[in-house]
């Protein structure tokens, strides 16, 4: 029994060692000290629900973009038709993506066709997903002149119906799974931005033209051509809400994403990933185990159990509020644990199977 509870507690250490160190992008209150022209590239494939949002919020920005480019991505929403007539704050030119060429996907080439359309110096990858606070190009375009290279953001997940909820372990094990920081060497998709001279040297998106979660491989050209790429969250300055189409994309999402990036993981990271994932699993079988008479190995008792899981929902509490919108989950831990089990048990078939279907377009896995 005692050797149990040891195992336990340092999983549980290990949770706050990994999730505590999660560098938030600085805010700058003031445009940055050397002004240059900024454009902002936005794929867009169905999201004229999203899109809005986002053009609204960079027309409220402190650093104002000189280009704002929506690439649709052959959208059946009426995604260009409505970036294009918007009354927005700002210019926005809205181009078609030409046919995906073999090789290539939507993403990648939309945003291939976006950088070969702009003329500014300084480049900003958003996702049409993506909710910007005032401050944020500022911030943003700051650290890039101080850290140079790529610098990205992961934006914090604002959840809105009970599925979204569901996605909690998902995001946190994102960010613990990977180190963050100035020259840490990994890039979030959602937010990007670069010098259009870095961006060419590394070989932009026609160097990772086929992969599905191009920003890891992105983040590997940029340090095979030398140049450093950072990385940071995005807590009090960007938000995104994922997968509001309901729990079927969130599946697909969170599954696809699983399936492509999982091998990109330092294995002495995801092993300590792993270590404490196996102790909050512990901890969610635990308690409802001693209550229900279900097999369980070690103590009974329902104090022991009791504690256990009360300390996995003060640590998901505390661990989750800068990443996400997450409240009465936590205390329910085991439903996305459970989720996360099945979502990951998907990806790995769809990782042998090589292929799996996102946005009405069959993906690679492989």
Request: net charge neutral.
């Amino acid at each position: 029994m005692g050797w149990l509870i040891v195992s336990l507690l340092v999983r549980w250490l290990l949770g706050w060692v990994l999730g505590l160190r999660l560098p938030a992008l600085p805010l700058l209150d003031h445009k940055p000290a050397r002004s240059s022209s900024l454009a902002v590239l936005i794929p867009a494939r169905n999201e004229a629900l999203t899109l809005p949002q986002l053009l609204r919020a960079l027309g409220q920005q402190s650093l104002q973009p000189s280009e704002v480019i929506v690439i649709d991505d052959h959208s059946s929403d009426g995604t260009a038709e409505l970036a294009a007539a918007g009354d927005w704050a700002l210019p926005v030119r809205v181009i078609a993506s030409t046919p995906l060429p073999a090789g290539w996907c939507g993403k990648t080439w939309a945003l291939h066709q976006g950088v070969q359309a702009s003329q500014a110096e300084t480049l900003v990858f958003l996702d049409a997903d993506t909710e910007p606070l005032p401050g944020f190009l500022a911030s943003l375009v700051a650290q890039l002149q101080q850290l140079g290279g790529l610098v990205s953001v992961q934006p914090y997940h604002r959840t809105e119906k009970a599925y979204e909820q569901l996605s909690l372990l998902f995001n946190l094990v994102g960010l613990m799974a990977v180190p963050l920081g100035p020259g840490c060497g990994v890039a979030f998709g959602p937010a990007m931005a670069t010098s259009r001279t870095d961006y060419l040297r590394s070989g932009g998106h026609a160097a990772v033209a086929g992969r599905v979660v191009e920003d890891w491989f992105l983040a590997h050209c940029y340090e095979a051509a030398g140049l450093p790429v950072s990385a940071f969250i995005g807590d009090g300055l960007i938000t995104y809400r994922m997968y509001p189409g309901g729990l079927g994309d969130l599946v697909l999402g969170f599954d696809k994403n699983f399936a492509t990036a999982a091998g990109e993981v330092r294995w002495p990271r995801m092993l300590a990933v792993l270590l404490w994932l196996s102790g909050l699993f512990w901890a969610a079988w635990s308690l409802p185990a001693a209550l229900l008479g279900w097999p369980l190995v070690g103590d009974r008792s329902l104090l022991i159990n009791g504690l256990v899981y009360a300390l996995s929902v003060q640590q998901l509490a505390v661990l989750t509020r800068r990443v996400g919108r997450f409240s009465w989950i936590n205390a329910l831990f085991p439903i996305p644990v459970l989720f996360f089990l099945v979502v990951f048990v998907l990806a790995i078939l769809n990782l042998e199977r090589g292929r799996v279907r996102w946005k009405e377009r069959i993906v690679k896995t492989r």
